[in-house]
Each structure stands twice: as C-alpha cells, then as structure tokens.
C-alpha cells in the first residue's frame, strides 16, 4: 500500500490536486482512462475536480455510502472519500464499469477526507481539524504502468515466481500451476516482512496468522512437486528485488531464512501424513456421495497434524467439499474449555467469587473497604504488615480473610503466591492459599484453626521470609534472561509464559531453533556478569502507561496492560513492565544457572533455571549425580574386567585347540620327541598358557612354540620333568639359543621359559634350527 496523509495540514485542494498530478504527469497514465467517483453529498470535492484538474468532466461520478464514505467502526472519525478508477477497456469512456467490481476497471487511487464524527446515536459533527489519508494500490498501480493484465505479471512478482518454477522444473503456463506459484509468491513477500518486523509464528494472535500463511504455502509447494522445505530461499529473491527500499529484509536476511526454514520444517514432519489422511476422508465422502468433511475430522487435521481450518477448507473446495466449521468451533470450544478447567487454581473448591464478597462478614465501619474499596498491598516494602480484618467468611472449614492491608502476594505474572501466617495474638494461622477479587486479597486459612476471627480484630500479616527471597532472586532473574537472550539470540524474542518460583524459574519464549550450547553459556556468562555489578533495583510503581512507554520499558504487542503500570529495572540491561517482587539489587539474586533447554510447541522455546540457594541445591545434587555415577561406574569397570576375563578364557579355550595339532606331530632328536610349531596367540601371557597346555599334554619330550605379537616374535620353550633330571636339559637355555636366531634374547626355568625377538621374519628359520639347537645340549 502507498499513500500519504495530513493531520490538519493540507486538505482536499491539495490532495486532489497531487494524485492527478502524480498520475497522468509524472507517471504518465492515460486521463482519458481515469475516473474520479465523488461523494453524493461532497459538493467541494465535486468542485475541485472540476477546478483543479483537467479530467473529463463527465468521468466524475457520484456514490452513496456505501463507496464513498469512509468509517472505522459505528461510531468515531469518517468522512467523505473520492475514489481514482482507470478503465483498461475498449470501452473505456462508459461509465457502467466505474464500482461494478470489473476487471476491466479497478480503483487504484483512495483520496479519504476525515471531517467528521459520529457519535453514539449515529449524528454526525465536524471535526475541529480536517485530515487526509490515502491508499494506493502499489501492486495494480505497477501492473497499470507495465501494461499487464494481472498484478502477478509485473516485476513485483516475476522474480519470485521464476524462482519458483526453476525450483520445481514446471513452466509458469498452465492454470493449475500459475496459481500455486503465485499463492507462494504472495505468501513468501508476506512472512518476509512481517518477520522483518518482529513477528514471528506462533500459536495466537499475529503470530498464528503467519503460521497459517506459512503452512498454507507449502502445502501449495506439494502441488509443484516442492516436497522438501523450499520457501526461505525464496527470502533472498525478495532481498535482491526490494532490499534497497526496505533495508530491514537486508539486514534480517539470515534471521528470517532461519525463522522460516525451521517453521516449515516442523509442518513438514506431519504435512504429508495430514494430506495422506485428508485424501483417505474425502475419498470415503465421495464413496457415500457426502460433501461435507465433518467437524471431528476437521479437527483432527488441525489439532494432530496442524492444518489451520482455512487450509483444510481450500483443500475441500478443490474437491468441491465444504467443511462442517460450526461442528469443528464446537470441538475448539470443548479443548479450550477443557484447558481453562485443567489450569484452574488447586484451591478452586474454596469456591471465591466476586458474588460471594457480599456475603462476608464485615463491621459496619469498614463496610466501604471490605465491599467497595481494596486491600493496601505493602509487599513491595514490607514482608510483615500490623493489619486490621475488613471481612471474614467460613468455607469449607477454612477461613477467608480480608485485611485493610497485607504484604501477602497473590499468584499473578507467572510468580507463586506467598506462604505464611496470620498472627492472632500469639498464635499464627497458616495461609494456605490466596486470592485476589475485586482488588481484595484473600486470605485462606487452613482448616486447624481454632481461633475465633472477628472483623475489626488486629493481626499480624507474616510472609514466609526464605520463601518470599527465593522467589525474588528467581523473579528479578528472569528479567535478566529475557534481556539477555534478546541481546544474544535477537529482539524477535518475546516471551510466551513462565512460572517463578522458590524452587527455580522457568522462562517460554518464542524462537525458530534449538538455543546451543554455546549460546547457552553466553547467556549465563552475560548475566552473571551483570549480577556482581551490585545493580540497584529502580521500581518505577503505578505510574501512567504513556509514561512507561516514553520511558522504554519493554513491552510486547498483543499484550494488555491498565492506565497505569509497574515498570522493574536494574540500570541500562533491562527495563520491563510487571507487577511482581523482586530484589533491591542484582547481588542479591547470587549466581545463574541454566539447568535445561527444550521445545514446548513450534516456535517455542523452554530454558529452566535456578539461582541463590537453588544453585547451592544444584551443585549438591550434581556432586550427589556424580559420587552414584563414580560408583556405579567402578562397579561397571569391575564387570567390564570379570566379563573381559570370561571372554579371554573362553577365546584361549579356542586356541588352545592349535596345541592337540601340535602334539599329534613330533619329531625326534636322539629319541627325544621334539614338538614345535608357530600358534596365534594375543599376547606373551597367552603364549605361556599355551606352554602350559602344551607341557600337560606331552609325558616326556620338549615343546617350542613362536608366535608373532604387536609385530615382534614370541617365543616359549617347555621341557617334561623326565628329561631336566635325567639329560640335565632346561627351557631356559635352549629358549635362549633360539631367541638369537630372530634378533632377541631371553631366558627362565628349566621347565617353561619364555623369549622374545625383533625380527618376525626370521621365525620359519629358527623353527628348522629347533632340533639341531636341543641336539648340542643332549650329554
């Protein structure tokens, strides 16, 4: 859209004067093709066609309401409005096409003049300012310009839809492809901008609109074959074709590729089983020749597959379909409602409302308080407040309370309510809940108390002072996160819930990504950081909205807030509206710790994290972690070496099957049988196990065996008891002699000695060498 406008600046003369001007002088368009429709009542505007541009008198036309007056709602600022048409007809000088809702003939021009108001009963008022405000359309503006019959054909779109057609491999030609490729074009130039902006996709407000537009568009990409998430490629095309008038595409590229390519993969993991599911009901529908795709279906597309109800009812009407939409808001109706139920208050029995204020027990001179007034909130200041019962009810066995003022804060803003006690005299009454109706905080105490409660009676309103400081530390803390994730991660984060805690906080935000690791640290780094700067707390309290707004104070769209707010900061890192406690300085909150980091939902993010004494709990329970885990993985280890033992034994059981080969083919030196041979063996123990073996086997005689291990030469040499004592032979000796033959040496018992050698290649050679060896010591 193009335009301008004046705020009590220049007025119809002007306005009038400058669209003609700018449309057949400078852009040079056909007056005998333009058109100006006029108010039926705006005799001035009338007039200034006629005086102060030269189109054909006869091409002004006048309209009731219905075309020429404009109006925001029933009631408020409207007036009279004069349209510029241009007929791209043969027959161009015939008026029956001007507002006939005609190709031929489209308003490309509205001039709108704000004079009046209108008030609750319909009457209209001059304003005391007169005012202009004009829209073009930029797109049919173009397409006039360029000659073209479609705004589709001009430069705005031909880029992005070349783009497109190149990516599928289809031709922009046929009808049935046209349109996808334009659906996807438009849609493409829409999240590009509005991301630009700030906002994001989501599951409410704006940010479901861009969700829908999105999803619409690749389901669109399905139709051209585009299977795989193609749209943020598109971004770059629009950067190139426009990012010189609008440098915030420029300089959010990257940022808006990534929002868009993380948005589409997600659809796209139920996108295909949605549509496989949506051609199984239409195809079950034609079989019983039913046109109407159910609302339970309708709603099973959208809630388990994430078809937006728009899509499902395109998607129908391309079968010629309808949709059952009141059966599908119905089923809507029910989930929201099971939502609001499943989030109601845990002490929701003690059944508060605002009818039941009436019904409390009040004395006659604090009626206007308990009734009509407020209870005074000291929690900001004061964790222990001298108090006065306004009102007193019975429920349940509970007792609720009303007090003139109290320190005890109600669950609101994602912060937990207080724990603590009335003190009645010397007793204290624990508050088990509170409640805040009509600007009264109610107190409910547990079913224990004995007391007679009277309104008038004095109390002292306690807080649980540990609780209370916990939940500080946690709540001022968040506010550091949000900041510093904006600051790290971009100022497209908006936070979408948190719970605060004693225990720890959590903080929902929208993001298109996994935060990573390293991101995480920086995050936890910068605000620590911030915290030992000793920051003051700067509680800027019930002051008036605008007056926050100038201030800087974060806020969000869509958000709502009353005349007047309360804005927390701590120095220049964050300043951001809330009504919660918090800590008089950073220090307080101690040290950050990021505990977690998940997905909630499409687009949004969930770090969870403790601070003060939840990071002393933290570390206690990861030391804790770890001592188990030490423990359990010495047992681990002493497994691993029993099972490593048990393999080892039963692969030697397997090799120990080369020695009965061995044994089975002696030779003989002087009639002693000589048994040797090269085994495979692991390593030199389990060469001496195979001696071993190898001794066992043989009555009388020697054994010499070698093997090659970690690329040198193993050797082991045995001799039966019969021949150490009756020839004087020994292990030792022989086991020596080979040991030479491969570049090594060794020795050991006369029985089993072992020896080891450098030159691996050499061991068929000392193997011959075995008999003539034992030979020179045969006596």
Known sequence: ???????????????????????????????????????????????????????????????????????????????????????????????????????ECIEIWNLVFIQNNRDSEGKLHDLPAKHVDTGMGFERVCAVIQKKSSNYDTDVFTPLINAVSKMSGIKYENEDEKIPMRVISDHIRTLTFAIADGAVPGNDGRGYVLRRILRRAARYGRKLNLNKPFLSELVKILVDTMGSVFPEIVEKQGYIEKVIKAEEESFNATLDRGIELFEELIKGLIQTENKVIPGKDVFLLYDTYGFPVDLTNI??????????????????????????????????????????????????????????????FTGYDELKSKAKIIGHKKENKNDLVILDKTPFYVEAGGQVADLGSLVVGETPLTVIDLAKIDNKIIHVLGNENESRLIPGMDVIARVDEKHRWNVMRNHSATHF??????????????????????????????????????????????????????????????IPFDEAKEMGALMFFGDKYGDFVNVVQFGDFCMEFCGGTHVKNSSQIGLFKITGESSIASGVRRIEAVTGEGVENYIISQINHLKQSEEKIAELLDEKKKLEKEVSEFKLKGKLGQIDSVVEKPTEVEGIKIYKAEVEAANMDELKSFGDELRNKIKNGIGVLFTKTEGKVGIVCVVSDELIKGKKLSAGKIVGELAKLVGGGGGGRPHLATAGGKEVNKIPFALNEVEKIISSFIK
């Open 481 to 542: 996160l949000d900041a510093a994730l904006r600051k790290i991660l971009g100022t497209h984060i908006h936070q979408a819930g948190s719970y605060v805690g004693p225990d720890r906080l959590r903080f929902d935000f929208t993001h298109f990504a996994k935060v990573s690791e390293s991101e995480l640290r920086d995050i936890e780094t910068l605000i620590n950081e911030q915290l030992r700067l000793n920051i003051p707390l700067q509680h800027h309290r019930n």
């Open 315 to 376: 998607m129908a009407k391309e079968h010629g379909l309808s949709i059952d939409e009141d059966g599908f808001n119905q089923l809507m109706k029910l989930q929201k409602q099971r939502a609001r139920e499943a989030s109601k208050d845990k002490f929701a029995s003690v059944n508060i409302s605002t009818s039941d204020l009436s019904s409390f027990e009040v004395i006659e001179a604090q009626k206007s308080s308990a009734q009509s007034g407020k209870s005074e």
């Open 1 to 103: 859209m193009l335009g301008n406008w004046s705020f009590g600046d220049y007025y119809k003369p002007e306005a009038i004067e400058w669209a003609w001007e700018l449309l057949t002088d400078v852009w040079k368009l056909p007056k005998e093709r333009l058109w100006a429709t006029v108010y039926k009542t705006d005799n001035e505007a009338l007039e200034l066609w006629k005086t102060k541009t030269d189109i054909n008198p006869t091409h002004i036309l006048l309209f009731d309401e219905k075309d020429n007056f404009w109006e925001m709602g029933e009631t408020g600022p409207c007036g009279p409005c004069s349209e510029i048409h241009i007929n791209l007809s043969n027959d161009y000088d015939n008026p029956k096409y001007v507002n006939a809702g005609v190709p």
